[in-house]
């Protein structure tokens, strides 16, 4: 723990973004913004940039469990986060070393398809997903489509924040302590009137709380969850409540969306020490 290492130390279970916006780069970039000794254990390597998903290179089962159970048996964590895990293989190999390590802070961001439409988890994965990680999960942490998935709704069935307030507290029952239910993909189709953007959290004894955010009119998106939910991690990993974590994680990402930088001819990336600029 933090306490006893003098520094806090966060892990990492995802792909690598080739182009530096989303996946490992983005968690390990926002892990180091936030003060926080970050740590990956790779799944795939996806051939990634603006454009879109050109290619995914999944690795081995045994290689990612072996990544993970490197860091957790020597350095430790106090934190940790899955992103992008592909297969169900991948899930149940992680899900064993996570039991074995007792890992509790858990925050599992369950990652689908990219903003291009590539699918980043194979449809069959999604069943291993909800029956082993997230009961282990402290947070889990889906967009609106994801959401939906999840609990094997048609993917226009969340359309505002009622909505999203029934599916997070419905996700509550598939195992996890806390749900956010991020609502970055609501009022696409209205983004010139639009204002905010507000996600869902719920969880603890009866906590249910709708944080909201200004609307960023900006194309450049990419790594938005992935940033969101390595800066609950880090938090985390630093010893913050869970509420306090979901907040500043809120906070961080809406500043990288703000200054995000248009890396190449299609989606860019958020700047992750737009942080430094606005304090
Ligand atoms: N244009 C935007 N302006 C401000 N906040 C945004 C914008 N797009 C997404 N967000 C916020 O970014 C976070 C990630 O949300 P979302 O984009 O829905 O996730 P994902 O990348 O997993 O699809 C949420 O807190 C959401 O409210
Ligand atoms: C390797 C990898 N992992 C995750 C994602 C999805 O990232 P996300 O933050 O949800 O951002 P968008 O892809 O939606 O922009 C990814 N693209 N690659």
Redesign the pocket.
């Known amino acids: 723990m933090t306490g006893q290492t003098g520094f806090a130390r966060a892990l990492t279970v ?4 080739s182009g530096g916006g ?2 490992i780069q ?1 968690d390990l970039k926002t892990m180091q913004e936030l003060g926080v000794f970050g740590m990956s254990a790779l799944t795939a390597v ?1 051939v ?1 940039n603006s454009l879109g ?1 050109h290619g995914v290179h999944p690795l081995e089962p045994a290689a990612v469990a072996d990544q993970a159970e490197a860091v957790l048996s020597d350095i430790g964590a106090d934190a940790v986060k899955t ?2 895990l592909f297969s169900s293989e991948v899930i149940e190999a992680v899900c064993d070393v996570l039991e074995r390590y007792a890992v509790r802070r858990l925050t599992v961001d369950p ?1 689908m398809i ?2 291009g439409g590539a699918s ?1 988890l194979r449809a069959e994965a999604v069943a291993a997903m909800v029956r082993r990680l997230l009961p282990m999960a402290e947070i889990v942490t889906p967009n609106v489509p994801e959401a939906c998935a999840l609990l094997g709704l048609p993917e226009d069935a969340i359309r505002d924040e009622t909505d999203m307030a029934d599916a997070a507290r419905q996700i509550r029952l598939l195992g996890p302590e806390y749900v956010l239910v991020k609502g970055g993909h609501l009022g696409e189709t209205e983004a010139e009137t639009r204002t905010e953007c507000a996600d869902v959290l719920a969880g603890g004894s009866d906590l249910l709380r709708v944080l909201r955010s200004p609307f960023i009119p900006t194309r450049h ?7 969101l939910s390595a800066a609950i991690t880090a938090y985390r990993a630093r010893g913050l409540a869970m509420e306090e974590a979901v907040r500043g994680a809120k906070d961080f990402v809406s500043k990288a969306i703000a200054y995000a930088v248009p890396t190449g001819g299609g ?1 860019g990336s958020l700047w992750h020490a737009a942080h430094r600029r606005a304090e």
Not at 14 to 17: E, F, H, L, Q
Not at 221 to 227: K, L, Q, R, S
């Open positions: 995802a792909g690598s973004d989303a996946g983005a996806t990634q998903v992103g992008m990652v990219a903003k980043l998106t990419h790594g938005t969850g992935c940033t989606i």
